[in-house]
C-alpha cells in the first residue's frame, strides 16, 4: 500500500483536491475532519483545562479558541500538544483498517504535514498550489476571516515555495477544477498503473 500525504498552505485547495482523490476511488483521511470531530467529543476536557474560555456549550468553539492561541506561540504549541497526538492515533487506525482491506493507495491529508513532522509518516507527497494573489482572495473571503488572521496563519506555516521543493507531485490549483482533476488522475496513475478516466 502506497501512502500518500497531500498538503498546502491555508487556502491551496487541499480539500478540493482530497475530494478527486476520494471520487477517484481512492481512501482518504482528514486530519483536519478529525480534529472537527475531536473538538465535539474525546478533546473538549482536555482543552477545557487548558483554554476553559474556549467551551461552550460543552463543545470547542474554534472562534474563541483561535483567539487565544492564534498569535501567541506557547499557547498555540500548548494546543498542539494536545491536538497532535490525538490526530496520529485516529490517522493510524484508519492506516490499518486500509491495510487490511487491501487499499494499493491512500491519501493522508495533513495541513501541517511538514511542519508537524508528518513526511515521516508518508511515501509520496503531493503539495497543492496557487498564486498568492488567489491563495489571498480565496481565504479572505471566508466568513469570519481577517488580514490579521490571515497573516497570523500564514506565519506559522512554512512557506509554499519551500513546500513545492519538497514534493514529489505539485498541483496548481489555480487554473480551475479539470486541470486539477487530470493531475489527480496522472499521480494515481503513476502510483497504481491505473489512470482513472
Ligand atoms: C486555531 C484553530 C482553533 C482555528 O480554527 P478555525 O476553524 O478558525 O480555522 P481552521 O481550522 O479552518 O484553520 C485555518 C487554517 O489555519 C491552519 N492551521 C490550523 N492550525 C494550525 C497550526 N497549529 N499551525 C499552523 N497553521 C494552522 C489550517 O491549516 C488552515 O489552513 C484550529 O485551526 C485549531 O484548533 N488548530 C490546532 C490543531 C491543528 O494543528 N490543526 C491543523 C492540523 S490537523
Ligand atoms: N482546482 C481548483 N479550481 C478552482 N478553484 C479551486 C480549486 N481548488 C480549490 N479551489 C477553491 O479554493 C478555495 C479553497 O479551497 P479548499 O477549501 O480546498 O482549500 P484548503 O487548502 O483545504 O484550505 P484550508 O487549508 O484553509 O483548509 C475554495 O473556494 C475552492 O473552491
Do not use: W
Not at 87 to 102: I, M
Request: no cysteine.
Amino acid at each position: 500500500m502506497i501512502i500518500l500525504g497531500l498538503t498546502g498552505s491555508i487556502g491551496m485547495g487541499k480539500s478540493t483536491t482530497a475530494k478527486m482523490f476520494a471520487d477517484f476511488g481512492v481512501p482518504v483521511n482528514d486530519a483536519d475532519a478529525t480534529v472537527h470531530e475531536l473538538y465535539r467529543g474525546v478533546a473538549v476536557p482536555l482543552i477545557g483545562e487548558a483554554f476553559p474560555e474556549a467551551i461552550r456549550d460543552g463543545v470547542v468553539d474554534r472562534t474563541r479558541l483561535a483567539q487565544s492561541v492564534l498569535g501567541n506561540g506557547e499557547a498555540m504549541r500548548k494546543l498542539e500538544a494536545i491536538v497532535h497526538p490525538l490526530v496520529r492515533e485516529a490517522e493510524a487506525e484508519f492506516v490499518r483498517l486500509q491495510e487490511s482491506r487491501g487499499a494499493p493507495l491512500i491519501v493522508l491529508d495533513i495541513p501541517l504535514l511538514f511542519e508537524a513532522g508528518g513526511a515521516d509518516r508518508v511515501d509520496r507527497i503531493v503539495v497543492v498550489t496557487a498564486s498568492p494573489e488567489v491563495q489571498r482572495e480565496r481565504v479572505l473571503k471566508r466568513p469570519g476571516m481577517t488580514e490579521q488572521k490571515f497573516e497570523a496563519i500564514r506565519a506559522k506555516q512554512m512557506p509554499d515555495a519551500e513546500k513545492r521543493a519538497r514534493a514529489d507531485f505539485v498541483i496548481d490549483t489555480g487554473q480551475g477544477m479539470e486541470p486539477a482533476r487530470q493531475a489527480v488522475a496522472a499521480i494515481i496513475g503513476e502510483l497504481t498503473g491505473h489512470r482513472p478516466a
